[in-house]
């Protein structure tokens, strides 16, 4: 998950601005979206993430919903397309990742996507979803702690879906999900493609 310049979950990535535009499509529409370098996966959807939008169910229509770790953007741009009368957080502390779905969202012109750094969220706050390709490489104690904060704020009987890379210890962080959650949450492995897997944690209702 390196990018090709920096390290995409530096607050600001040190490498110069370049900004560049690439075709990708984003819930069956083609798009043409604003990348930098600095930020994760600048040239491409990534594979996690298209695994992810290719094998999670609709997203609710309505409330708030979540992006953790957004990137430039596909996750968050792909919900808010999704579900026009829903709200989408896009989260990341990379600021010229927040700059990026800010554009690309504009140039879609979505108006439903706040892109924000993770303590400009509304305290209190409940999400009908969360969908994330969490930054694994941020550590272990990082990734559990990001984890931690965002999941709990599901609202009962909503789900979280994660996609992990099998060679990044998806399987170890299922089981992690599982000890640290319970009993308020279920997790589940939703699907398995191209050495990913898709997790599922519902929050029981």
Same mark, same amino acid.
């Given at each position: 998950m390196a990018t090709d310049s920096g390290h995409y979950?530096?607050? %600001?990535?040190?490498?110069?601005? #370049? =900004? ?8 069956? *529409?083609?798009? !043409? ?11 491409? !959807?990534?594979?996690?993430?298209? !695994?992810?939008?290719?094998k999670t169910p609709p997203p609710p229509s309505g409330?708030?919903? =979540? ?8 996750? @968050? =741009? &792909? ?6 009368? &829903? ?5 990341? $502390?990379?600021?010229? &990742?927040?700059?990026?779905? %800010? ?17 400009? $969220? ?14 694994? %490489? $941020?550590?272990?104690?990082? =990734?559990?702690?990001?984890?931690? *904060? ?15 890379? *099998?060679?990044?210890? @998806? ?7 599982? @000890? ?10 939703? &699907?398995?493609?191209?050495?990913? %897997? !898709?997790? *599922?944690? #519902?929050?029981?209702?």
């Amino acid at each position: 998950m390196a990018t090709d310049s920096g390290h995409y979950f530096s607050a %600001r990535p040190a490498t110069e601005l #370049r =900004l560049k535009e690439i075709s990708v499509n984003l819930a069956g *529409r083609d798009i !043409v979206a604003t990348t930098a370098g600095g930020v994760f996966s600048p040239n491409q !959807v990534d594979a996690g993430t298209q !695994v992810l939008l290719a094998k999670t169910p609709p997203p609710p229509s309505g409330g708030d919903l =979540l992006d953790v770790g957004c990137g430039w953007g596909p996750i @968050s =741009l &792909a919900l808010a397309l999704l579900s026009p009368d &829903a709200t989408v957080w896009a989260v990341d $502390v990379n600021e010229r &990742a927040l700059d990026l779905v %800010r554009t690309n969202a504009a140039h879609l012109g979505l108006g439903n996507v706040n892109a924000v750094l993770p303590d400009d $969220v509304p305290e209190g706050m409940r999400f009908a979803t969360i969908w994330s390709n969490p930054p694994i %490489r $941020v550590g272990k104690d990082e =990734l559990h702690g990001l984890l931690l *904060r965002w999941l709990p704020r599901l609202e009962p009987g909503s789900d979280a879906w994660l996609v992990v890379q *099998r060679n990044l210890g @998806s399987d170890s962080l299922h089981r992690w999900l599982e @000890s640290s959650l319970a009993p308020e949450f279920e997790v589940t492995r939703q &699907a398995t493609d191209k050495g990913y %897997r !898709v997790l *599922r944690a #519902r929050l029981q209702g």
